[in-house]
């Protein structure tokens, strides 16, 4: 099937701030349409002010001409993106790279608080820094444990 | 898609909305560097950027029902002073922190009441991108919120500060409840809401803050109007001289 090669090859594309975790992981890509010899991806940004945008739809375009297809059209769509879309292995490889993946949307709340965990060290003894990062999607914890700054990717 | 007479006053409506966040993004990015704290730093770059892209996203909605084959950026940098549709306020120079916070917060909680209900429009488009829009608003009125209670309880200074940058915003804050002449049209077709209930919902949050911290809504009966119209003060024709200037040098080069 070619869509199925199209997912394949959308799986090469990563998001450039968080290198770890691919676009069909991330949960952008909403709809693949093949129809004759044209290809339309219709992606739909994190936050609408990412501006990783512009450098992912020139990779999708690169990846696919590179494995032979043509005619390419990428389209933005504003669909209500939300961190539910990630998976557990993707959570997981967020982890490993050292950001401390988004909690459940219906997390159990203690004192007010989502508890959030040191991706380094798994400690809970942690304190928001600064509620806005390097990205629109992460903010800055601070680990009491380890005594480390780790970022949070912020369930939305 | 609907009839040609609400395709038109849609456009209006988004470009207005979209000026509003462009200019207010432009003028929250000139902290960057330049703020008290490093987070606050950051913050206003973040708050700048979301605000720029829920500009973009807007605009792309409305270029699309306008169909004339004018891009987002267009709109941005190609259109004149009188042109541009978004209320004063957002256009005020960014002032000391106390006055880029107050603005920030009234401005917020209007933005965060007015795309709640454009969650449930009638025009799907619109519905769609603010479930998105709105869940960025709120985080950001939080981070205002916050603010306002820290420097209204703060110092003697921090509440003198805050003060008088309410004093003197005031009058800049019933235009955000005018949407020029496309307003009843489109209320009447569930497309919009009815900015009186806004301005309600707005009131009550605003004085419930102010009312935990001390500082008071002045009482004056001048209120500016006619950004919507085309009308600015001085302040705009300048911010978009140093925001349009590289596009319009260079008008179709690619990078």
Redesign the interface.
């Known amino acids: 099937m070619v869509k199925k090669k199209v997912f394949e090859i959308l799986s090469q594309v990563f998001d450039p701030e968080i290198p770890v975790v691919n676009i069909v992981e991330l949960g952008i890509i909403k709809e693949v349409i093949c129809e004759n010899n044209s290809i339309e991806i219709k992606i739909s940004?994190t936050?609408?002010?990412?501006?990783a945008m512009n450098i992912i739809e020139d990779d999708i375009k690169f990846q696919l001409q590179k494995n032979g297809f043509e005619n390419i059209v990428v389209t933005?769509?504003?669909?209500?993106?939300t961190t539910e879309l990630l998976s557990n292995e993707t959570k997981e490889k967020l982890k490993s790279y050292g950001i401390a993946p988004p909690n459940r949307i219906n997390a159990i709340e203690i004192n007010n608080e989502k508890k959030i965990f040191c991706p380094k060290c798994n400690s809970s003894k942690t304190n928001l820094?600064?509620?806005?990062?390097?990205t629109?999607c992460k903010s800055?914890y601070y680990c009491e444990n380890c005594l480390e700054m780790f970022e949070y990717f912020?369930e939305? | 898609m609907f009839e040609k007479k609400i395709e038109e006053n849609l456009f209006q409506l988004l470009v207005q909305i979209a000026d509003d966040k462009l200019i207010l993004g432009h003028r929250l990015s000139e902290w960057c560097g330049h703020a008290p704290i490093l987070?606050e730093d950051?913050?206003l770059?973040?708050?700048a950027?979301?605000?720029?892209?829920?500009a973009?996203?807007l605009y792309?909605?409305a270029v699309k029902l306008e169909n004339k084959n004018r891009s987002e950026d267009e709109l941005a940098f190609f259109r004149d002073e009188r042109e541009f549709r978004n209320i004063q306020i957002v256009e005020l120079p960014k002032g000391d922190f106390a006055f880029t916070i107050v603005r920030q917060f009234l401005y917020d909680n209007f933005s965060f009441l007015l795309f709640q209900k454009f969650c449930d429009s009638n025009f799907i488009?619109l519905s769609?991108?603010s479930?998105?829009?709105v869940?960025?608003i709120s985080?950001n009125l939080?981070?205002s919120k916050e603010w306002i209670l820290r420097l209204g309880i703060g110092t003697e200074e921090s509440k003198f500060n805050t003060q008088k940058a309410i004093d003197k915003i005031w009058e800049f804050t019933n235009e955000m409840f005018e949407f020029g002449n496309v307003e009843n049209f489109l209320i009447e077709k569930n497309i919009i809401p009815n900015l009186d209930t806004i301005k309600t919902d707005w009131e009550l949050s605003v004085k419930k803050i102010f009312d935990n911290t001390n500082l008071q809504i002045p009482n004056i009966s001048y209120f500016a109007s006619g950004g919507r119209n085309g009308f600015h003060t001085e302040y705009l024709g300048y911010l978009l001289a140093e925001m349009q200037i590289v596009a319009r040098s260079n008008p179709n080069v690619k990078w």
């Open positions: 940004p936050y609408s002010g990412c501006p933005k769509v504003f669909s209500n993106w820094k600064s509620k806005y990062g390097s629109a800055f912020k939305t | 987070e950051i913050a770059a973040n708050i950027l979301d605000n720029i892209g829920q973009n996203s792309q909605i488009e769609d991108v479930k998105k829009i869940k960025e985080y939080r981070h």
